[in-house]
């Protein structure tokens, strides 16, 4: 006689906070959030719950604190193929490397291989890291966003045109309104002459990450005071340091250019004059960060014709000011 079979039943995950037998904050705060980032982007899809609860601005937050608290120092390395023809194709995969300084091993892994674009990435200036993502900036004006833990990999949408092959670009976190901004400066103009060349002050446009809007477009910014100049800028939380170029006029009415430093807040898109560093002007060239908490705003400038490194401290309550 021919038994029934039974259907092997699928077990169903329990909604979180609906009769689930783990409270949802030992759940969010005990369990989950001390996970390694792979198992976390797999059990997004074992149910609706956890989908959100693990998408979540607040636990992403909980999740990098965590991981920045108990996590050895890091690097990421992102190795660049040199194209003398800017416009070109300079290589057709982004590679990036992680490295631990504190590991055994002082070999570098392979945590991501992407080919962002069908024919691949043009050249590209210095990359730049915060909080686990990382920005690659090209000098077409091709702007691209990762994430090597997730294998996430998006190209951010054009912004106004720059005329000049050699746009700069910012990236940092916002700490007033919990989100990751994007800034870059362009120049829309610039007339030849004789002797120099004469180019507009520039403008900025400021994109933002993680606000929860579904498209991603480029804000104007008030434009800078000064001409900013073609380097890489110090990204801290909550704000944006540039090298710009102030013109005064000298004993002989012609113009002198000296360096500038711009502060950009990213909580009102705004600049600020901060103040120079007690050595040379042409030190700008040798800022550094520094591994410093969150809670303090430092950058370091090392100078060239003396045997020091000055320390701006930003504080929210007092002025800015460099301590040797």
């Given at each position: 006689m021919n038994q029934p079979i039974s259907k092997r039943r699928r077990p169903v995950a329990p909604e979180v906070g609906d009769g689930s037998m783990i409270p949802d904050e030992v759940l969010l705060l005990e369990i989950l959030v001390r996970l390694p980032v792979k198992p976390l982007v797999r059990f997004k899809s074992v149910c609706k719950a956890w989908c959100a609860t693990i998408a979540s601005a607040?636990?992403?937050?909980?999740?990098?604190?965590?991981?920045?608290?108990?996590?050895?120092?890091s690097m990421?390395?992102?190795?660049?193929?040199?194209?003398?023809?800017?416009?070109?194709?300079?290589?057709?995969?982004?590679?990036?490397?992680?490295?631990?300084?504190?590991?055994?091993?002082?070999?570098?892994?392979?945590?991501?291989?992407?080919?962002p674009r069908p024919n691949g990435i043009p050249?590209?200036?210095?990359?730049?890291?915060?909080?686990?993502?990382?920005?690659?900036?090209?000098?077409?004006?091709?702007?691209?966003?990762?994430?090597?833990a997730t294998k996430e990999f998006v190209e951010l949408p054009r912004g106004t045109r720059n005329v000049l092959l050699d746009q700069r670009v910012a990236f940092g976190f916002d700490p007033c309104s919990g989100t990751y901004k994007v800034a870059r400066h362009f120049l829309r103009?610039?007339?030849?002459?004789?002797?120099?060349?004469?180019?507009?002050?520039?403008?900025?446009?400021?994109l933002t990450?993680?606000?929860?809007?579904?498209?991603?477009?480029?804000?104007?910014?008030?434009?800078?005071?000064?001409?900013?100049k073609g380097r890489t800028p110090v990204c801290l939380p909550g704000f944006f340091y540039w090298s710009a170029v102030q013109s005064v006029a000298d004993a002989d009415h012609g113009k002198l250019a000296t360096d500038v430093i711009l502060r950009f807040s990213m909580r009102d898109d705004?600049?600020?004059?901060?103040?120079?560093?007690?050595?040379?002007?042409?030190?700008?060239?040798?800022?550094?960060?520094?591994?410093?908490?969150?809670?303090?705003?430092?950058?370091a400038c090392a100078s060239a014709d003396q045997d020091a490194v000055f320390l701006s401290v930003d504080a929210r309550v007092q002025p800015p000011r460099w301590i040797s």
């Open positions: 607040h636990f992403a937050r909980l999740h990098l604190e965590l991981a920045r608290a108990t996590s050895s120092s990421v390395l992102v190795p660049r193929k040199w194209q003398p023809e800017p416009t070109k194709l300079a290589s057709r995969f982004v590679h990036i490397y992680g490295f631990q300084p504190a590991a055994q091993s002082k070999v570098a892994k392979l945590i991501l291989r992407n080919e050249r590209f200036s210095i990359p730049m890291h915060c909080d686990g993502l990382v920005l690659i900036p090209s000098v077409t004006g091709h702007i691209f966003v990762c994430n090597p103009s610039y007339s030849e002459g004789q002797i120099y060349t004469e180019y507009d002050v520039g403008h900025d446009e400021v990450l993680g606000d929860g809007r579904e498209r991603l477009e480029w804000k104007a910014a008030i434009d800078p005071p000064y001409p900013i705004t600049f600020t004059v901060h103040p120079n560093p007690p050595c040379r002007s042409c030190l700008l060239r040798c800022r550094v960060n520094l591994p410093i908490p969150r809670s303090v705003r430092v950058f």
